[in-house]
């Protein structure tokens, strides 16, 4: 996606290129012109038409809040399939005619109406129905005006619905595990690959990681699961996706590096969420499975994604470690706690200087800034829950200075390692 | 396969779905079972929300002492069936038995379907434990819950009901046991009446 910058930033670009003779100079003008032709052309027109289709449907939700009387069932029903009959129509129309911008926006009001339909069905005739079925119903509708039209918007909208149904089936009591989600998101992530759409690969990561976490924590609630489970379990989870990542990055995934960065975040909020809550209970098998399955997944699929070439020499331990912390934390009640504390900080802490090491590995500058920033926020935090008189907030500032004198260290090291290795690389006429 | 076809397959399935749902909802009307269930509102002032009345019933909660079913246990979200009866004196219809599964109805009874919203399932350890057998009881919505009302209306239903009793007549599908609004009783007087196209 070319950002408004985009163009600055080539023509920058092209003239340090030029300078150094790697582009033509009287390529420019072409290279720019062809760029300037590509920019989209409809983002503006874009958002104002969504805005307007979702303005419609929210006009035609409040016709039926209104509930008018005047106009028998009859009519009502009448307006209901005119309107949707309409706006496929000119979804037709607007594609057939060589428009499929304003056909799409067209199709993704009659993907609209149709929900608005079933609600109205629901007032006309008093239908107090099990309220998530008929949202899975409109999903499934926007779904199959996806798959059929190929409609980006369409598919938008059905990964929407599609959280919103699992979450209202699971939140509103009766589901403890809504599995019968999952086939309806892989074909929303089959579609989105299937379209190389970058911003649908948000919403199917997006929606993904909704519906683990609530299905998670839904679970736990029906186990008796306490916090450090569900969060343990979570952290292992995001863990083995990670190596997915990694594994899918292999075999040329297109959307595997920002998979592996969502897994990364979400890993280490819930690696790091772990520490605030109290150990309290003793083994829960079930729980024990789960997480015990999870960790090896993490660990097969890391060897799997990185070959012995990529492998460095401390993943599988880091990878091992944080798999066994977040299983034993929950059962570390017989530790002292400020012990434990310190045992994890310092456990997190190692876990982000393997990230960053990673990061500089892979030239990877998005792992190296969430290890720094995940770094910066657990010593923050360990000074925050851990210090409190100025003796100690002493010593705390003198140790983070060598923690952090050194762990530039430890980077300057690692960035000489790899500039020495693609000079020897270069010299001995590889890639 | 074109655009245009494509684009007739979804108005096709979409159409007749919703077709579906009004035809399927005309033939419970007209061909259920009439059963009469006397409301019994939790909360007067919650009773009117916005422009739907939210209708509580007699036989939303269900004290299972007394009450025959063939289960242990039921859990929440559970799909169940309430075996109803007319009572002999006010012609209202009351709980007889509960069953996961909907069996053959006698005569003069229906098995209405619904969901169990809540489940008490405690029985006492104890003989005057915190957990009494008589808290074993079903909290059950049977899709019949909402009565859209024309706007400015519910007040005035309100105070009627305030007043005078008021009751619903739910048709009672003989196929599935799903039950629909078929009319709206005050003081046994038929005040809304609903047809599938009017």
């Given at each position: ?225 306490g916090?450090a489970e569900?969060?343990g ?46 150990p309290e209970r003793g083994i829960d098998y079930?729980w024990l499975?789960?997480s ?32 066994i912390a977040a299983i034993a934390y929950p059962f570390a009640t017989a530790i002292?706690?400020?012990?434990l ?91 | ?198």
């Amino acid at each position: 996606m070319r950002l408004p910058g985009y163009l600055g930033r080539l023509k920058t670009d092209l003239d340090r290129w030029i300078a150094k003779g790697l582009v033509p100079a009287e390529n420019r003008a072409a290279i720019i012109a062809d760029a300037e032709a590509h920019q989209p052309q409809h983002s503006l027109s874009a958002i104002l038409v969504i805005l307007g289709v979702i303005s419609l449907a929210a006009g035609a939700m409040a016709f039926i809040a209104a509930n008018w009387t005047v106009i028998p069932k009859i009519g009502k029903l009448a307006i209901m399939f005119a309107a949707l009959w309409g706006s496929f129509a000119l979804a037709a129309m607007q594609i057939t005619r060589g428009h499929p911008f304003f056909g799409h926006a067209a199709l993704l009001l009659a993907v609209l109406l149709f929900g608005v339909n079933i609600m109205l069905i629901g007032q006309i005739y008093h239908i107090d129905a099990h309220f998530p079925d008929g949202v899975m119903i409109w999903a499934l509708g926007a779904l199959l005006a996806a798959i059929l039209m190929n409609s980006q918007p369409a598919l938008a909208a059905a990964m929407i619905l599609g959280v919103v149904w699992t979450v209202m089936e699971v939140t509103g009591g009766g589901t403890v595990f809504h599995w019968v989600y999952l086939p309806f998101w892989a074909v929303t992530a089959l579609l989105q690959h299937k379209q190389r759409w970058k911003a649908g690969f948000h919403l199917v990561v997006l929606s993904a990681t909704v519906w683990m976490t609530v299905n998670t924590a839904t679970l736990a609630d029906y186990l008796n699961w306490g916090s450090a489970e569900t969060l343990g379990l979570l952290t292992i989870k995001w863990l083995a996706i990670w190596s997915m990542a990694r594994a899918m990055g292999e075999i040329g995934y297109p959307f595997a590096t920002g998979l592996q960065r969502y897994a990364l975040a979400f890993m280490l909020v819930g690696f790091f969420l772990l520490q605030m809550v109290t150990p309290e209970r003793g083994i829960d098998y079930i729980w024990l499975g789960l997480s015990g399955l999870s960790g090896v997944l993490a660990v097969l699929l890391l060897l799997l994604g990185m070959s012995g070439r990529t492998l460095g020499i401390a993943d599988l331990p880091a990878t091992i470690a944080i798999v066994i912390a977040a299983i034993a934390y929950p059962f570390a009640t017989a530790i002292d706690t400020a012990l434990l504390g310190w045992l994890y900080a310092g456990l997190f802490i190692a876990v982000t200087i393997w990230l960053m090491s990673n990061g500089v590995r892979f030239r990877d500058g998005f792992t190296v800034n969430i290890a720094l920033a995940a770094f910066g926020v657990q010593v923050f935090y360990v000074y925050v829950s851990t210090f409190g008189t100025l003796l100690g907030n002493a010593a705390f500032f003198i140790t983070g200075g060598i923690i952090l004198i050194a762990l530039a260290f430890f980077i300057g090291r690692l960035s000489r390692r790899l500039g020495e290795e693609r000079a020897r690389g270069k010299a001995g006429g590889a890639p | 396969m074109n655009a245009t076809l494509r684009i007739l397959i979804l108005v096709l399935l979409k159409t007749v779905f919703l077709a579906g749902m009004i035809a399927w909802h005309g033939v419970v009307l007209h061909t259920g079972t009439p059963v009469l269930l006397r409301t019994e509102p939790l909360d007067p002032r919650d009773f009117f929300r916005g422009d739907y009345v939210i209708l509580t019933y007699e036989i939303s909660r269900i004290d299972m002492n007394g009450i025959a079913t063939d289960a242990e246990r039921f859990r929440d979200g559970q799909r169940i069936y309430v075996l109803l009866e007319p009572d002999a004196e006010d012609g209202y219809w009351t709980a007889r038995a509960v069953s996961a599964k909907r069996g053959r109805a006698p005569e003069d009874a229906v098995w209405l379907r619904g969901r169990v919203t809540h489940a008490l399932n405690h029985v006492a350890r104890e003989p005057d434990g915190p957990h009494a057998p008589a808290q074993r009881r079903l909290w059950v919505a049977y899709g019949i819950e909402s009565y859209f009302v024309p706007e400015g209306t519910g007040r005035d239903l309100e105070d009627l009901r305030e007043q005078q009793r008021l009751g619903i007549e739910v048709a009672v599908s003989h196929l599935t046991g799903r039950g629909v609004i078929r009319a709206v009783l005050i003081d046994g007087e038929r005040v809304y009446e609903e047809g599938l196209l009017r």
